[in-house]
């Protein structure tokens, strides 16, 4: 990535709309733009101020293109940290596509994808958590996914991991202080304190970690599985979540063999739904890949809505139950949904809920042809997922990149803890603690291999 080179890019979405904005971001930046655009007055775009908009227009060979305004920043006070131009233009495709190849004609080179903010990130503008924090808040769905990414953006996870890697700075420089005076036998560093230090950030990393499973839910979304055996209610379960007729209802069972999903979002969440076929035994080729299609939706979902039929008798829901555990992973949450109680009496009804209440499963009694039990299922939803619980002001980790660092560095303190009820010797302690920082700061971005960074911005839109 050549630093001293002008790129530019359309910022907008691609197609036609009133406007769109082009981005120019370099030493060159008001030279190159200088050459295509005329101004009213003649202004000069080295000589504006920063953030300063004109009004003109983009000339092709003398010929004016278009009617458009200008925004300058001059270094370092923009986004990249370079100086940088921003034109709208009328969101003509042409129009678009012309005003590149003058930018490029004149000497600027096309953007790659997420080339902006990894100037931004090499020219410290921001770490590397809120560069991607950028990219999660261009992608955020729901209000939820959009303040946690606008959290991280303002520096949330930083600050966290700055405090971890200095407390760890300050330890292994009391530890290597000792090293130096090794032969003159003076403890610089008190190992029951050293001890308590590193059980506080295992502490706090085991927060973080732990924070992982709600984070990625709220920033992804939840695949949610609704699974059971044919005719218990599945399809109507679906519509009446969506609040449409997306699958089909029949009396007849089988009538979903394959996987039907849709998506909507609930507390500020969203969960991906997916109706599959039914399990059960079947000679029928097309039902058998259905109910393969269902085994392997299981294993993906990070949440499973088991449907059992309230007028079955409890050994048999009992193993269905059985052989639907067997496929989860111990990880999946899962709710099982007792539907069509409205065929049950009230006595029997009774008995069944005193039943149930006495296993160890989280259930919930319906019937999923009255809209009146919605607002109590998505309730019970957030709670299995957490969400419910979630505090606005905690700290949560959404990357997955983050948290398998976050993993090693616990691994590495786990070590270190160990060495110190031990006593085992400096110098390999210090090389633990630094293997934990060198950990903490591939998240920061104060280690950034090439390679972690091609992962990150290949993974942006052009023109951010």
């Not at 709208?88 to 590149?100: D, E, N, S, V, W």
């Not at 003058?102 to 560069?131: P, S």
């Not at 085992?424 to 950034?448: M, N, R, V």
Request: net charge negative.
């Amino acid at each position: 990535m050549l630093l001293d080179s002008t790129i530019c890019a359309i910022a907008s979405p691609s197609g036609e709309g009133a406007i769109t904005i082009i981005r120019l971001s370099g030493n060159d930046a008001f030279t190159i733009a200088g050459k295509i655009f005329s101004s009213k007055n003649n202004h000069h775009l080295s000589k504006l101020p920063s953030h300063k908009m004109v009004y003109g227009y983009i000339k092709d060979n003398n010929q004016i293109l278009d009617e458009v305004l200008l925004t300058t920043y001059k270094k370092p006070h923009s986004y990249t940290g370079e100086d940088a131009v921003e034109i709208f233009c009328h969101g003509a495709p042409y129009i678009q596509k012309r005003i590149i190849e003058l930018l490029i004609e004149n000497g600027a080179q096309q953007a790659r994808e997420g080339e902006f903010t990894l100037r931004a990130f090499l020219n410290g503008k921001m770490d590397l958590t809120q560069a991607e924090a950028v990219n999660d808040l261009i992608q955020s769905k729901t209000q939820l996914a959009n303040n946690i990414a606008l959290k991280q953006l303002k520096g949330t996870i930083s600050n966290e991991i700055a405090a971890i890697r200095k407390k760890l700075i300050d330890f292994v420089s009391l530890i290597e202080l000792e090293l130096d005076f090794g032969e003159e036998d003076v403890e610089f560093a008190n190992r029951n304190d050293l001890l308590k230090t590193v059980e506080e950030i295992l502490a706090y990393l085991e927060k973080l970690i732990g924070s992982f499973t709600l984070g990625n839910a709220i920033k992804n979304g939840i695949s949610t599985a609704i699974i059971g055996e044919p005719n218990v209610g599945k399809s109507t379960l679906l519509n009446l979540i969506l609040r449409d007729n997306k699958a089909i209802v029949s009396e007849i069972p089988g009538t979903t063999r394959d996987v039907i999903e849709d998506t909507i979002n609930i507390g500020g969440v969203l969960f991906r739904f997916m109706d599959t076929a039914g399990i059960h035994k079947t000679s029928d080729t097309i039902e058998q890949l259905g109910i393969e299609r269902t085994y392997q939706t299981i294993h993906k979902a990070g949440l499973v809505l088991l449907m059992l039929d309230a007028t079955d008798d409890t050994t048999k829901m009992l193993e269905t139950i059985k052989t639907v555990s067997e496929q989860l992973n111990n990880e999946t949450k899962r709710l099982f949904i007792i539907n069509k109680i409205d065929k049950l009496s009230g006595k029997d009804l009774e008995q069944k809920k005193i039943f149930w209440q006495q296993q160890p499963y989280e259930t919930l009694f319906i019937t999923a042809k009255n809209p009146k039990i919605l607002p109590l299922l998505e309730e019970k939803l957030l709670t299995i997922t957490g969400i419910q619980s979630y505090n606005h002001e905690q700290v949560l980790v959404t990357n997955t990149r983050h948290y398998e660092a976050l993993l090693r560095t616990q691994e590495a303190l786990l070590r270190v803890k160990t060495g110190l009820q031990s006593k085992t010797p400096e110098d390999l302690l210090t090389q633990d603690i630094k293997q934990a920082l060198y950990y903490l700061g591939e998240i920061s971005g104060e280690i950034a291999p090439d390679d972690i960074l091609h992962n990150i911005f290949d993974n942006f839109c052009i023109g951010k």
